[in-house]
């Protein structure tokens, strides 16, 4: 019976994995299905990479994300509604909850409507912030379309992001020389103290954002500017669930996939004078897919320690290993890339490290990479022992912005020398002394028993001073 | 960062590029200046122009206020833009901050802050702050943007700077290869050498001093011709037993040697009081 599940659900897998590493099932929170059409090459995409689409409207009494306690959906794509919040169904607390259930989030934001108090404080939850006034529109005097915003602005232009630091992966970078549209958006700030935010799209450094309402005349204080001001912000959540805001659903829409712009005169003052199209179609994939767990997600298989010390045929994974012994690890990872899985190579500069520790760390080593399978890495390392007897635990805990978390912890006990493992006294040169010590003994003690068996006496004999001589 | 990195080269084509533009944005009678709280003096005022920076660095001292006035001018007529920024960036980060200008209707705008109103990431910077002015407003007018000057931020030393502690983020950590107690170690090979060659010299040693005094196994003869079986026995058991003793050394264990050790010492003693006493007969003979 058991084989015939494990079948199941590995056919069930493979469905599974045709469209993301965690499912398929995604939930479109939209207001009116009429606006459907808008968005229906974004959505037509979704669904030519096999998620399975629901649309619901925040007001249905259907819209549920939990069903019986469990998750119904597998992610959730939320449209800017018009009205002032999402319903009773989507509380902050409700879409908290999902991320905590490991169910993974795309917002998008529009400043034509003041941003609803309950995706404000969902955000605030998660150390995003928006405009006090819940309104605000990013605007570039520098970047920005001429075709279609030669008066207002709004329509921002961004070239492709640099990698977040030297050392992260960049799934965002398409072929460095598209530009992005974001048309009137809300630009978020992020706090500063949280490792899980990570700023996908950032604004160029003479953007702002400003109040449209009230800020007419000028911006005095203006809310955020430049390259604080992130325009797509993802967060990771330590269960590697994700949500991401993408700050002008507009974005998305068809109208920008293939549209023409024509950049401003830039502070370099260098116009172009050529219409270029938008990368938004490659650019809301890539977002969507990291998302939705289709790019950056890791996983570990197969999970190996055993002694280096000459062995033939080591026992693989003991319970129990003895201080100063040679251990060799081995773990293998792969990445999920769209639609398989693919060999992980951290990016360049970075690592994946092991760390040997018992409450902390007492060897945190760089693993190497030590074979490639067609679908993953093997990454090895050999090291000694500490000094220390106790519980220990091989844990290899890579934590990387935009990857999916990784935590693996394999428990051994470090037992002490036994009574017969120490180095024998030969091997030490200074007990050399001693040992000729006992020889010199056991020679005296022989030659001393066959003296006192075999030999005669002989005569005495007295000299002049009355020493016994021979 | 690549955007910051293309900025200098161009920045100077700006200059050229503001005059031919048909509409653009600019600025007129702008004047900074540093002054001093304590002293209650001006300590620097120049003049600031819209397509060179000014050759020297602007200094502000700890208790110094920086001021800027200007007038923004859209096609030379003054007028309030959307936009008049400072920025300040540090050139070796990239890290930048904004100072918002308080602009009036009529294009009169000024910014004023002191060191305490910049972030502490700017104020360790080893480098002066590079200062840029930006003026842009909607509608088909050319923004300004230009580097107008660098700052030159001197920390007050005595005063310790507020501390900033780097923000916790994901990435490699530190190698760690932590040994509680180095291995033990000998001393120098040839002291034990030599007092290993010391302690052996002895056996000669020994040996000699017995035969001066007159030591020989001139009785072997006679105590193997009475006793032959009873001497070659224990005899042969006492070295045994040195041989059982160093087998337990190098790898017996201690139930391995027992019943040996037993049964050599059984040899022995029976052997022994055999062997002895033909010892004692010897003596008793009057031979020794």
């Known amino acids: ?470 | 960062m690549k955007f910051l990195r293309s900025f200098l080269p161009s920045a100077l084509l700006l200059g050229a590029n503001v005059v031919s533009a048909a509409s653009s944005w600019s600025f007129d009678d702008a004047v900074v200046s540093v002054t001093s709280k304590k002293a209650g003096s001006t300590a620097f005022k120049d003049k600031l122009f819209d397509h060179v920076p000014l050759s020297q660095d602007v200094k502000v001292g700890v208790d110094d206020s920086l001021k800027i006035i200007l007038t923004a001018k859209e096609d030379s007529t003054p007028k309030r833009p959307h936009q008049a920024f400072l920025l300040l960036q540090d050139p070796d980060t990239g890290l930048e901050t904004t100072f918002a200008f308080s602009m009036k209707e009529s294009g009169k705008g000024k910014v004023d802050f002191t060191q305490k109103d910049i972030p502490v990431q700017l104020l360790t910077s080893k480098s002066p702050l590079r200062a840029t002015l930006l003026l842009g407003s909607f509608g088909v007018s050319k923004p300004f943007g230009s580097h107008v000057f660098n700052l030159d931020v001197s920390v007050d030393a005595n005063t310790p700077l507020p501390s900033y502690e780097k923000p916790l983020r994901y990435g490699k950590l530190p190698e760690i290869n932590h040994i509680f107690k180095a291995d033990p170690k000998s001393g120098p090979l040839i002291i034990s050498l030599f007092f290993t060659g010391a302690v052996l010299a002895t056996v000669p040693v020994l040996l000699g001093v017995w035969s001066y005094l007159g030591a020989n196994l001139s009785h072997l003869g006679a105590a193997t011709s009475s006793a032959p079986i009873s001497h070659t026995l224990f005899f042969g058991s006492i070295v045994s037993m040195e041989g059982i003793f160093f087998l337990y050394y190098y790898k017996w264990s201690l139930f391995t040697m027992l019943p040996v050790a037993g049964v050599v010492g059984l040899v022995a003693f029976l052997s022994g009081s055999k062997a002895l006493g033909e010892v004692q007969g010897r003596r008793l003979a009057g031979q020794r």
Do not use: C
Request: glycine letters at 6%; zero cysteines.
């Open chain 1, 1 to 470: 019976m058991r084989w015939i599940l494990s079948f199941l659900l590995l056919g069930l897998l493979a469905v599974v994995q045709a469209a993301s590493a965690s499912g398929n099932k995604l939930l479109v929170v939209i207001e009116e299905l009429a606006e459907k059409s808008k968005y229906s090459k974004y959505l037509g995409d979704l669904e030519a990479r096999g998620f399975k689409l629901t649309y619901e409207s925040p007001k249905s009494d259907k819209v549920a994300l939990f069903e019986l306690g469990e998750r119904a959906y597998d992610h959730l794509l939320i449209l800017p509604p018009k009205s002032k919040g999402l319903g009773p169904q989507l509380t902050p607390k409700i879409l908290l909850d999902f991320i905590n259930a490991g169910g993974n989030i795309l917002l998008t934001l529009s400043s034509s409507h003041p941003t609803p108090s309950a995706l404000v404080s969902l955000l605030l939850e998660l150390d995003i912030h928006l405009p006090s006034d819940r309104t605000g529109l990013v605007v570039d005097h520098f970047n920005y379309d001429t075709i279609s915003a030669a008066e207002k602005h709004d329509v921002v232009l961004v070239p492709r992001p640099d990698a977040l630091r030297s050392d992260v992966k960049n799934f965002f970078a398409g072929d460095g020389k598209d530009v992005i549209a974001f048309p009137k958006g809300v630009g978020q700030t992020l706090g500063n103290t949280s490792p899980l935010l990570t700023p996908i799209l950032r604004a160029p450094r003479t953007a702002y954002s400003y109040n449209p309402k009230e800020e007419v005349e000028g911006v005095d204080d203006p809310f955020a500017v430049g390259q604080q001001l992130s325009l797509v912000t993802a967060m990771q959540a330590r269960n590697s669930a994700r949500f991401t805001v993408i700050g002008a659903s507009e974005m998305l829409e068809n109208a920008w996939f293939d549209a023409k712009v024509k950049p401003s005169a830039g502070l370099t003052g260098a116009a172009s004078d050529k219409a270029a199209k938008t990368a938004n179609q490659a650019f809301a994939k890539e977002v969507t897919g990291w998302t939705f767990n289709e790019i950056g997600v890791l996983k570990v298989g197969k999970i190996e320690h055993h002694l280096d010390e000459g062995e033939t045929e080591p026992v693989i994974n003991p319970k129990i290993y003895r201080v100063k012994n040679d251990v060799k690890y081995f773990i293998e990872l792969s990445e999920y890339q769209w639609d398989k899985w693919v060999p992980f190579q951290p990016a360049e500069g970075d690592n994946v490290q092991l760390e040997f520790s018992m409450l902390s760390p007492f060897h945190r080593l760089p693993l190497t990479l030590s074979s490639t399978t067609p679908t993953s890495t093997i990454w090895t390392t050999s090291f000694k022992i500490p000094d220390q007897h106790g519980i220990f635990n091989f844990k290899v805990n890579h934590k990387r912005p935009l990857l999916s978390n990784i935590e693996e912890k394999n428990t051994v006990t470090v037992r002490h020398f036994a009574h017969d493992e120490w180095p024998r006294s030969w091997a030490i040169t200074g007990a050399w002394p001693w040992m000729a010590g006992i020889a010199v003994t056991v020679a005296g003690w022989v030659g001393f028993v066959a003296l006192w068996l075999w030999s005669k006496p002989v005569p005495l004999k007295l000299t002049n001073s009355g020493k016994k001589v021979v």
